[in-house]
Nanobody
């Protein structure tokens, strides 16, 4: 069982930066991990994902490419999302998720952290 807790959300002006963190309770080095977000009135959407091991490039949604960077520290059981040049449309609740290698769907989810971008 893996428990995930996000932090680092907040209020930021457009063009600013935030770094989200996700702390995992278990050993997540065998899990692929990702960030998702859900804006008010919209479905949850994929933001970025990173493989369990190095050597595989992370994957990003088109909206995140060039602005967001996903990274992980397996020694600390932590996942990060560096978000730069934030836009109003990035306002959402951001969720951390994890899935075992080979699993088709993400199995574990955090509670989310709110990111609000103001003009």
């Amino acid at each position: 069982q893996v428990q995930l807790v996000e932090s680092g959300g907040g209020l930021v002006q457009a063009g600013g930066s935030l770094r989200l963190s996700c702390a995992a309770s278990g050993r997540t080095f065998m899990y692929a991990m990702g960030w998702f977000r859900q804006a008010p009135g919209k479905e949850r959407e994929f933001v970025a994902s990173i493989a369990a091991w190095g050597g595989i490039s992370p994957t990003y949604a088109e909206s995140a490419k060039g602005r967001f960077t996903i990274s992980r520290d397996n020694a600390k059981n932590s996942l990060y999302l560096q978000m730069n040049n934030l836009k109003l449309e990035d306002t959402a609740v951001y969720y951390c998720a994890a899935k075992r290698i080979g699993s088709a769907q993400y199995e574990y989810w955090g509670q989310g952290t709110q990111v609000t971008v103001s003009s």
